[in-house]
């Protein structure tokens, strides 16, 4: 092979990664890439996740034999549908915003009102309105319209039962009375208020049935505690005597190595609940010691760790 025919290799070779670093780039620089907020694209992915979900349902069966498994899948679907739920969030905060309306120019400039309706406009050479003394107007009564004065031997008025009193009816003015013949009232279809067909519905529509799903696989593959197994070694036992010890002042190494060795020659003695007793207790701190005590009173013990 030539000199040139190497040297151009290599040019090519030096542009095809330059082009694939560019592209790596874009990538790793553009975390959103892929992430589309298209309502149809979400939609679309909502519904890959719910069969995603009834896949994995399937999967665990009635005993979820495989809760491991099943249980970090669950994790990875909850992170999805936590992401769908951000990228519905964003697609709504974009939807364009309805335009601020001025009540004023909804009116008309003109306004069509009933004739003699409009308020004159009075004109600068109108003459002003006289001053009137309101002490100077006399107003003339009506015959019949003073309130007449009863005397003191009016007669009383009578009672009235008020049962006896009939009230006519206006023609109309009855509640009608349903016959059992009436027909029910109509069913109202969901469908007619709401458009299944519409993004925002079935995103919710989705986004529910898929928690509904994940929410009944975690209750069937949820992984029992396991019991804490507590040692009834004495070597154990002698060794959290030996850390208490170290909270003795001025204590020396040797003097924990005594405290050790007492407590192996005398251990062997020691009821097995008691050993028990005591090595379910993590020595953290001093007053963690205390509980010792308890663990010297058989009525504790072996109320508490008599297996």
Not at 22 to 41: I, K, M, N
Not at 99 to 116: A, K, S
Not at 263 to 274: D, G, S, V
């Amino acid at each position: 092979m030539s000199t040139i025919k190497k040297i151009l290799l290599g040019a090519a070779a030096v542009v095809v990664l330059g082009l694939g670093g560019f592209l790596v780039s874009e990538h790793v620089s553009d975390p959103g890439q892929g992430r589309s907020t298209d309502p149809e694209a979400i939609v679309s992915d909502y519904k890959d996740l719910l069969a995603e979900a009834e896949q994995l349902k399937a999967l665990a069966g009635e005993n979820c034999d495989n809760k491991k498994d099943v249980n970090r899948r669950i994790e990875e679907m909850e992170k999805k549908l936590s992401d769908l739920a951000a990228r519905k969030k964003a697609w709504l905060d974009n939807v364009p915003k309805l335009p601020d309306i001025n009540p004023e120019t909804i009116v008309p400039e003109n306004p069509l009102g009933r004739p003699g309706s409009e308020i004159p406009e009075l004109s600068s050479d109108a003459p002003p309105l006289p001053d009137i003394d309101m002490d100077s107007i006399i107003v003339e009564e009506r015959p019949g319209s003073q309130a007449p004065e009863l005397t003191s031997d009016a007669p009383p008025l009578p009672d009235i039962d008020m049962d006896s009193i009939i009230v006519e009816e206006r023609p109309g003015s009855q509640a009608p009375e349903l016959t059992s013949d009436a027909p029910p009232l109509p069913d109202i279809n969901e469908a007619d208020i709401i458009d299944p067909d519409e993004y925002f519905y079935q995103m919710g529509e989705l986004e529910r049935k898929i928690g509904d799903l994940l929410r009944e696989l975690k209750a069937l593959c949820k992984d029992e505690e396991k019991k804490k197994v507590i040692s009834d070694k004495c070597s154990d036992a002698c060794q959290r005597y030996k850390d208490c010890a170290a909270y003795t002042e001025d204590v020396t190494p040797e003097d924990l190595n005594d405290a050790y060795d007492t407590c192996m020659e005398e251990c062997p003695t020691w009821p097995k609940e008691m050993i028990k007793c005591i090595n379910a207790i993590d020595i953290k701190i001093p007053n963690d010691c205390v509980s010792f005590l308890n663990c010297q009173v058989p009525q504790f013990y072996e109320e508490t760790y008599l297996k």
